[in-house]
């Protein structure tokens, strides 16, 4: 059989990162790659505790279906922790739990996007975020970032000239894959601009917690007066990854759309974990959780950044992030960055081209992005020696 | 803000059963509307002490990040199983873990079907596949069921005259929500066909393993020589639905489109789920289980066809299923079925109209889905009880 498929999968390719991710796995290579969190940083021991109390006291419910919408007592208890830390939340705002946070991502575009639609995104952006438009037919018009958030004028241009714009996807703090944190006035002006213009704003923050310095910076969804925002978070960075559990807060009328469109995809998110990610809100430190967290990543994005100094010096520029799981490094100008990352890979350091976090994967860029979160503080001082010498002997 | 909606979701309506699901969730209401596997067959035992053992042997696998394909070892554990009980698996297919069925039924219009394009689908059919189609944008064209499968000759009309047909979607065996199994005949008609109008079929056999009565009958994937088949399996029935695994078998160029699809939406399956599947699987006593769980249903199904028999006498015709979850009943003509459901329920006995199922809710439909699983014994004779009650008594 000749196999036809759909005009929006047909052009898809694997993404680059989860294709690396499975080439590097369980080889003895030094993953500045990857975007797992750091594996200390799961509270094994409660995870332990909660799931034997949970499968001891109530096996079924963790076992039968639920409902679309999610485990109740969940979405209660996160309801009240992004009204008291993030300021979000309106009446009119409901919440619910998804598969993650990619899934919110998914269903956002899904339920807003026709074929052929518009999605203004930074450029450079989350490759999954991304690929998940792609997927769905939705075409993307990228807005260059600068240190303090997208470029405004270049939005506001976007906004005026790309044809059938439904959504401003962005992820204001401590971007991935740039680490660049939007600052207050931009995120007050993109607000505007998508009132304005009448586009809703998908707003993503997987990292919001993840700030190891600095002083916080409100939410674009905390000034949400209008309805216009989908927020998307995440348990992946601050209770475990392969859990699957995210969560979405959104305008109701939005959430329910978005709801039936799970349904059609998994029904429902698994129970056992969303019981779990409850237990861990309510019967745990979570507040000393974060900052055990922020301790982590804060000393390893230290040492990756004091090793950059060291080995590549004055070479490369790199974004200091105020947290957050990555930082991005622009090569010397005479490097051609592809061949760095594979010389680098066959080195045994491996680091995603930046062109891959491009909504036009051709347009010029001479970036890596670098993870602090995955490598042991070892090998982050060994892979940047690597990257030094990577440098130095072979460009 | 007014919010504008994609035209694929803007007429998509919540799934009736989910709805009532969540209505008669927590209240004192007989549950024959459900679709949920008996919790007395989940293996509450053997899940705690494989969550235990897996959370101390390899917590760090259980709770990162997991590649989009799904768990390796479970993999491979199913494949073997797969080929030993269902003849299933060419060296040209392979096998990958979804976040339940559903997941497969949604990937696989995903990637086939561009927005206007044909499913074709048993009518009346699993309601929850044929909204995911709707989400996705295909027009459905349905096909009667008969006691013994589709009509074979109006698959062939629809295949002559549907535009754009990519795919026939089936459930062979005790279908939900008929609980009709197509024949062997009938099976080999469907693949026949297919590869003569060169469209695929999307097997969905999530009961496959719940037979009570009579001889298995070969799945279509065991007939596939030409590539024609996505196969769809899941866990929920077997060893519990609340923890979202299933599984797909296709041929590779299939699977290799439908993995990219999956990352965007979640980007892999739960991970500790997956291990337990795979505990279950290899260290489990995998066939008593499966015995046991038949037995139940023996046992619930025949109690409420002889309550049937007993409340309801010639009043009513029903199937007779050898396996799955549910019968169908078709109540006298002059009965109108939608008041008769909501008397029902006003009486405190859930069921499902059988409109619900039909690819166009509108066409007649005189027949009731009602779930043998869910209830407890007592609440199966109790209900049906009220069920012949409420005929008699109302109409």
Redesign the interface.
């Known amino acids: 059989?000749n196999?036809?498929?759909?005009?929006?999968?047909?052009s898809?390719?694997?993404?680059i990162i989860?294709e690396i991710?499975?080439a590097s796995?369980g080889q003895n290579v030094i993953p500045f790659s990857?975007?797992?969190?750091a594996?200390e940083t799961?509270p094994?021991e409660a995870?332990?505790t909660f799931?034997?109390s949970i499968?001891?006291q109530d096996?079924?419910?963790?076992?039968?279906?639920?409902?679309?919408e999610g485990y109740v007592p969940l979405r209660a208890a996160l309801q009240q922790h992004l009204e008291q830390n993030f300021n979000t939340g309106k009446p009119s705002d409901q919440l619910f739990i998804v598969?993650?946070a990619?899934?919110g991502i998914?269903l956002a575009c899904?339920?807003?996007?026709?074929?052929g639609?518009t999605i203004i995104c930074e450029s450079p952006s989350f490759i999954?975020s991304l690929?998940?438009f792609?997927?769905?037919?939705a075409k993307l018009a990228g807005v260059p970032m600068e240190t303090d958030g997208m470029d405004i004028d270049k939005l506001e241009h976007a906004l005026q000239t790309e044809p059938n714009v439904k959504m401003i996807y962005v992820i204001p703090s401590f971007q991935n894959p740039t680490g660049v944190t939007t600052s207050l006035e931009k995120r007050q002006a993109i607000y505007a601009l998508a009132k304005k213009y009448?586009v809703?704003i998908l707003e993503d923050n997987p990292y919001g917690e993840l700030r190891f310095k600095g002083e916080d910076v409100p939410t674009i969804k905390s000034m949400d007066e209008?309805?216009?925002v989908i927020y998307v978070g995440s348990f992946?960075k601050i209770l475990?990854?392969?859990?699957?559990v995210g969560f979405v807060q959104a305008?109701h009328?939005?959430v329910?759309?978005m709801?039936?469109?799970k349904?059609?995809?998994?029904?429902?998110?698994?129970?056992?974990?969303q019981i779990l990610a409850h237990r861990f809100m309510t019967e745990y430190d979570y507040a000393g959780h974060i900052n055990l967290i922020r301790d982590v990543y804060l000393r390893k994005a230290t040492l990756m950044m004091d090793k950059l100094q060291e080995h590549l010096g004055d070479a490369v520029t790199y974004t200091r992030p105020d947290g957050g799981l990555f930082l991005w490094c622009d090569l010397p100008a005479h490097v051609p960055m592809v061949d760095y990352a594979k010389t680098a890979a066959a080195q045994g350091v491996a680091v995603v081209p930046g062109n891959a976090f491009l909504v036009n994967e051709q347009d010029p860029c001479n970036a890596i992005r670098l993870n602090f979160s995955t490598p042991s503080d070892e090998q982050i001082a060994k892979g940047v020696e690597i990257l030094g010498q990577v440098l130095r002997n072979s460009f």
Do not use: W
Request: net charge negative; charged share 20%; glycine share 10%.
């Open positions: 059989m196999y036809t498929f759909s005009n929006r999968i047909a898809l390719q694997p993404s989860r991710l499975k796995s990857a975007g797992n969190p594996p799961f094994i995870i332990r799931t034997q499968l001891e096996p079924v419910t963790a076992l039968q279906y639920g409902i679309t598969s993650g990619q899934q998914e899904k339920v807003l996007c026709n074929e639609d999954g690929n998940s792609r997927a769905s037919g009448g809703m209008d309805g216009l992946s475990s990854a392969g859990l699957r305008p009328e939005v329910e759309k709801v039936v469109a349904q059609g995809e998994d029904v429902h998110t698994a129970m056992l974990p």
